[in-house]
């Protein structure tokens, strides 16, 4: 079954300290993945995504994300935290009916 | 600018009381799509439509009806709503294609609360 398993629920990292989220997906096919972000009270907006070519792709706001298959992951970096990044991060698979599966959802903390 | 508009943003209201979200996209997107969101659950989908008159189900559709008249409109109707529908609504569209698998556009959310 298609899926994506986000294993941190909860993360709090130090303002300027780098930041790893971790995505896991279970898809039969060569996946089209997603990255999303959601402030309180907002709604989702795109940080990048994976259609295919180079595994390492750059997005918004200075985050980047490598797509792995052989561990089937698209794990989500930032090199230094702002605390402007405190939000809910969601990874998600585009299936092939053109719906997205997301994962659970990250909520990151950032400590001044 | 581009925008998905969803309305209302909040609703509280009571069970078996018919209502109506709207959503509307000024993007000419063929595909539109309504998800449900919930703690530790994420984001589900509810209907899509891949384009007028034809929408079909997703992973949750008990106890909504959508419809899609309009290219830019595709409402979430909640015939008689329940508690277990108390939720944050997303409404999404894209466009199909040449443009298929291109990234949704999400609406701000509709936060229904049902008592």
């Known amino acids: 079954a298609q899926s994506v398993t986000q294993p941190d629920i909860h993360i709090t990292v130090s303002e300027g300290a780098s930041l790893e989220l971790r995505c896991n997906y279970s898809?039969?096919?060569?996946?089209?993945l997603f990255w999303y972000v959601q402030s309180p009270g907002q709604g989702l907006q795109l940080l990048l995504k994976?259609?295919?070519?180079?595994?390492l792709v750059q997005g918004i706001k200075g985050f980047e994300a490598e797509f792995k298959r052989s561990q089937s992951s698209f794990n989500l970096r930032k090199p230094s935290v702002h605390w402007s990044d405190a939000a809910e991060y969601f990874c998600?698979?585009?299936?092939?009916?053109?719906?997205?599966?997301f994962g659970q959802g990250t909520t990151l903390q950032v400590k001044p | 600018e581009a925008q998905v508009t969803q309305n209302p943003r909040y609703l509280i209201t009571v069970t078996g009381k018919k209502l109506t979200v709207t959503c509307s996209q000024n993007?000419?997107?063929?595909?539109m799509s309504w998800y449900r969101q919930d703690p530790g659950l994420g984001l589900r989908q509810i209907y899509y439509?891949?384009?007028?008159?034809?929408?079909d189900k997703g992973d949750v559709p008990e106890g909504y009806k959508v419809s899609r008249k309009e290219k830019r409109n595709f409402p979430l109707i909640l015939e008689s709503p329940s508690p277990n529908q108390t939720s944050l609504y997303f409404c999404?569209?894209?466009?199909?294609?040449?443009?298929?698998?291109?990234?949704?556009?999400f609406g701000d959310g509709t936060r229904l609360s049902i008592l």
């Open positions: 994976y259609f295919s070519g180079d595994t």
């Open positions: 999404a569209s894209r466009g199909t294609g040449a443009t298929s698998n291109q990234p949704q556009h």
């Open positions: 998600a698979v585009g299936a092939n009916t053109g719906k997205l599966i």
């Open positions: 993007m000419n997107h063929e595909y």
């Open positions: 439509s891949m384009n007028v008159e034809v929408t």
């Open positions: 898809y039969g096919a060569t996946p089209y």
